[in-house]
C-alpha cells in the first residue's frame, strides 16, 4: 500500500445555469409560467414590456415577424453580443410593467414546487441534489412516475446506487407516496413510513397487491384466509388502508389550485388544421436599454459595484428572454408534430387516437424523450373534441385484429370499455374482453381488469 498521484479520464455531465433554468420552465403551464416571469419582473429592473405584444399563430399575417423568426432567436448564440438602440426610450414602459404586476395572481403551490423546496433544504451532494431535481420533474399530478427510472437515467453517468438512496431521500419528503411508479407502491410506501412492523408490512402489502378487489366485494373471510390471519386482524389492515390516501399529489395539482388554461390549440377550419400557441397575456419581454446604459454614465467609487450589478441584471434577462422563448418554440414544434401524428383524432373524434409515445415525437422535433416527458407535464390542448391533458395523446397499444401491425391507443380502448359497460351493465372482464375482440381490439382480461380499475369501475360482482 503506498500514495501517489493517478490521472483518470471519465465523463460527466454538468448543467449550466442556463440549462437549469430551461428545465425548470418546461414543465410550467402557461399560468405558472406567467407567475414565474411577473415575479422576475418585480426583481429585476433590466427587464421591460415593451408597448407592442405578439401572439403565435400559424396563420400570421406578412407584416408581423413570422413565428419562425421569433422562435430563431430562442436558440441563437448571440444574445450577449446583442445592442438595443438609447434614441427611442418608452416613457409609458414601467406603466406597463407596473399593470401587469398588478393584474397577475399568483398560483398555488404545485407538487414539483413543494418537494423542491424540500430538496433545497436537505444536506446532499450536488450529485444526488441533480438526480433529485429529475426525479421532481418525472412525477406526474399524482405524484407517480411518468418515465420509468431506466429510461430517466439512460444516458446519465449515476449510477444505480446513487440513484435508489437519492429516490428513498424524496420517499421521505412531505406528502407520504411520492416518487413510486402506482397508487399500490404509494399506499405500501405509506404505511412503510408510518414505522409499521416488518411482518405487518409484509402482510398489509400482500393485501395492497393481491386482494384489493376481494375487499371492495367484502370477501373478507376469504381474504382472511388467504393471508392467514384472523378476520379481526384483517379489519385492522383494512382500517388502515382507508386512512392512507392513494394519490397523494392531487392535493398538490396545479391544474386544480390555478386552473386550466390551454397552451396550444388545434382546430379545424374548412378541413384545414390551425395550430395556435397560447401566450395568454405574458408579454414580450425586452431588456431595457435606459438601465443597460446607466454602467457606461456611473462615475466615482461606487461606478465599480454598481456597474456589475447593473450587467449581471442586463445578463439574467437575456437569459429569460431566451429561454422563455426557446420553451415557445420547443412547445411549438412539439405541437405541429403531435397535429401532423394524430390528425385523424383531431379531424374526426377521439375514437381514431393513435398509438404515440414520448420517443415517437422526441424524434420528430429532436429533442431527449426526457426533454419531451417535462414539456408534457401540466400542459393543455383546446380542440375541436374538447380540452385535453397534453399527455392524453400519449398512450401505449393495444394489438388489433386488422393485420397490418396497427394497434389502438390504450385510452381509446379505455372509451370502449367504459361504454361497453354503459350499454351492458355488469358484464364479466372477460365478456369485455370478448366483446373488444368483436370489434377488432385484441385485449386480454387482465388488461381489461386493469383498465376498469383506472376507470373507477367496479368489477362485475360488485356492480
Known amino acids: 500500500m503506498d500514495f501517489g498521484l493517478t490521472q483518470t479520464l471519465k465523463t460527466e455531465q454538468t448543467l449550466s445555469p442556463q440549462m437549469l433554468q430551461s428545465l425548470a420552465l418546461l414543465p410550467m403551464p402557461i399560468l405558472e409560467l406567467k407567475a414565474h416571469i411577473q415575479s422576475e419582473i418585480e426583481s429585476n429592473p433590466a427587464l421591460e414590456i415593451p408597448e407592442s405584444e405578439f401572439s403565435l399563430s400559424l396563420d400570421d399575417t406578412p407584416k408581423e415577424r413570422s413565428l419562425d423568426d421569433r422562435m430563431d432567436d430562442a436558440d441563437s448564440s448571440d444574445y450577449e453580443s446583442m445592442s438595443y438602440s438609447t434614441a427611442d426610450i418608452d416613457p409609458e414602459a414601467s406603466d406597463r410593467k407596473q399593470m401587469m404586476i398588478e393584474n397577475s395572481s399568483a398560483p398555488g403551490e404545485t407538487l414539483q414546487e413543494h418537494l423542491s423546496v424540500q430538496l433545497g433544504e436537505t444536506p446532499m451532494s450536488e450529485r444526488s441534489r441533480r438526480i433529485g431535481e429529475m426525479l421532481i420533474s418525472n412525477l406526474d399530478q399524482n405524484g407517480f412516475f411518468i418515465l420509468p427510472l431506466e429510461t430517466l437515467f439512460e444516458d446519465s453517468d449515476f449510477q444505480r446506487d446513487e440513484i435508489d438512496a437519492t429516490v428513498a431521500t424524496v420517499q421521505g419528503f412531505d406528502p407520504a407516496g411520492i416518487c413510486v411508479r402506482d397508487f399500490r407502491e404509494s399506499l405500501i410506501l405509506q404505511a412503510k413510513l408510518a414505522n409499521m412492523a416488518q411482518e405487518d408490512l409484509r402482510i398489509f402489502s400482500d393485501m395492497v397487491n393481491l386482494h384489493l378487489e376481494k375487499l371492495r366485494a367484502g370477501k373478507f ?165 374538447g380540452l385535453f391533458q397534453l399527455k392524453y395523446f400519449f398512450s401505449q397499444g393495444v394489438a388489433s385484429t386488422s393485420g397490418d401491425q396497427t394497434s389502438v391507443s390504450r385510452n381509446v380502448v379505455k372509451d370502449m370499455i367504459a361504454e361497453i359497460i354503459a350499454e351492458n351493465g355488469a358484464l364479466s372482464d372477460q365478456k369485455i374482453s370478448d366483446l373488444l375482440l368483436s370489434r377488432g381490439v385484441k385485449c386480454a382480461r387482465r388488461t381489461v381488469g386493469k383498465y376498469r380499475s383506472e376507470l373507477n369501475i367496479d368489477s362485475s360482482y360488485t356492480r
Open 221 to 385: 373471510k376469504e381474504v382472511a384466509s388467504a393471508l392467514r390471519i384472523t378476520e379481526d386482524d384483517l379489519q385492522t389492515f383494512y382500517s388502515i388502508l382507508k386512512g392512507l390516501t392513494p394519490y397523494p399529489g392531487q392535493n398538490f395539482s396545479s391544474d386544480a389550485i390555478t386552473g386550466v388554461e390551454p397552451d396550444f390549440s388545434v382546430h379545424n377550419v374548412n378541413g384545414t388544421l390551425v395550430l395556435e400557441l397560447n401566450r395568454g397575456d405574458i408579454p414580450n419581454l425586452e431588456i431595457s436599454p435606459e438601465f443597460e446604459s446607466l454602467a457606461k454614465e456611473l462615475k466615482g467609487h461606487e461606478a465599480k459595484e454598481a456597474g456589475a450589478y447593473i450587467r449581471d441584471s442586463v445578463r439574467q434577462a437575456r437569459t429569460l428572454i431566451s429561454q422563455v422563448n426557446l420553451r415557445f418554440q420547443t412547445l411549438y414544434k412539439a405541437g405541429a408534430a403531435i397535429m401532423e401524428y394524430q390528425r385523424d383524432f383531431f379531424l374526426k373524434g377521439p375514437r381514431y387516437l393513435r398509438t404515440m409515445t414520448l420517443k415517437d415525437i422526441a424524434e420528430r422535433i429532436d429533442v431527449h424523450e426526457t426533454t419531451m416527458s417535462r414539456l408534457a407535464q401540466s400542459k393543455w390542448v383546446d380542440t375541436d373534441w
